[in-house]
């Protein structure tokens, strides 16, 4: 087990008019999860394989450990990789997928079997290992790529999106297993996914890439917390933030004719437009005139709360607008509310720098 360090790591493919990956500085400390997240396209991938050794970095360097392993090769860094699609041999048992990889490096046959013993009960295999994998389900196939991972005992484990193929139910119920596992056994592990539910709910801390550029690294309700600029604001939470278009007032965000408050400090450290972030939850209900006019269209209903979808016409705002409530509120649909929040959970952004003008 080691940490992980990215030092101004660049990755531009010939002929492309800008890095896939540009100039990366990240450290995931030792038997850390890391979680790169973002939108498809943003590099997230790419700088786990560059990690991994299956892409070249242009410029920069990657250290595992005390090893600058920028130049090794992928079977010379000691990482296990986790893929998307389990690349499983076919006519393999699954005793066999699990020791392959040692089987390649010279480990001997008694060595081999304990180690595949010990992964399968770690990870619930051991009914499965006569099987073929067309006989197992998404799950089982994926537990399987893991127990490939963890018999080589590696430095790191690198997963690009492991649970993409699952369906929700159980993408839901693997990925806490694979938190867990992965606390239980220690490995230094970066993982890779454009969910960011998952990454949120998995990750000791999560770093957000945008167009190969790093925006922001913090644990998970760091980022929800204090999201460093509009990008991060937006992309971390579901349902997202709702971002308002306005300008400052005596120390107050004014939207069209309507006020939201907001933290005097923070406004008053732009001299141009700001934008408004709230969180669903943030909303709270009050008097007509005294907020923003919302005018009910969907209402989802989640048993213990329920959020509420809706549109409102002043400029500046986004065309959809939603708002966390009490469950069984009976709100009707065609309704309007009034709306406003708490200065002290509203977040304020320069409209042009997209900056957190509160941190």
Known sequence: MAAVVYENATLQ?????QPAVDDLSLEIGDGELMVLVGPSGCGKSTSLRML???????SGSVRIGVRDVTHLRPKERDVAMVFQNYALYPHMSVADNMAFSLKIAGIGKDDRLARVRDA??????????????????????QRVAMGRAIVRQPQVFCMDEPLS????????????????LQQRLGVTTVYVTHDQVEAMTM????????????????????????????????????????LLSATVAEGVARIGRYEVPVDREAASSSSGPITVGVRPESWRMVDEGTGLPVTVLVIEELGSDAFVYGTCDVEGTPEQIVVRVE?????????????????????????????????
């Open 13 to 17: 493919y010939p002929g492309a008019s």
């Open 52 to 58: 991994a050794g299956l892409e070249e970095v242009t």
């Open 203 to 242: 990750g000791d801390r999560v770093a957000v890439l945008k167009d190969g550029l790093l925006q922001q690294v913090d644990t998970p309700l760091g980022l929800y917390d204090r999201p460093s600029n509009l990008f991060v604001a937006g992309f971390i939470g579901s349902p997202a933030m709702n």
């Open 120 to 141: 399968a009960g770690l990870l619930g295999l051991e009914d499965l290992l006569d099987r073929k994998p067309r006989s197992l389900s998404g799950g089982q196939r």
């Open 327 to 359: 469950a069984r509120r009976f709100l009707v649909k065609g309704s309007t509310i009034h709306v406003s929040a708490d200065p002290h959970h509203v977040h304020v952004f320069d409209t042009a720098t997209g900056a957190n003008l509160a941190l």
């Open 165 to 180: 193929n699952l369906d929700a139910k159980l993408r839901v119920s693997t990925r806490t297993q694979i938190a867990a």
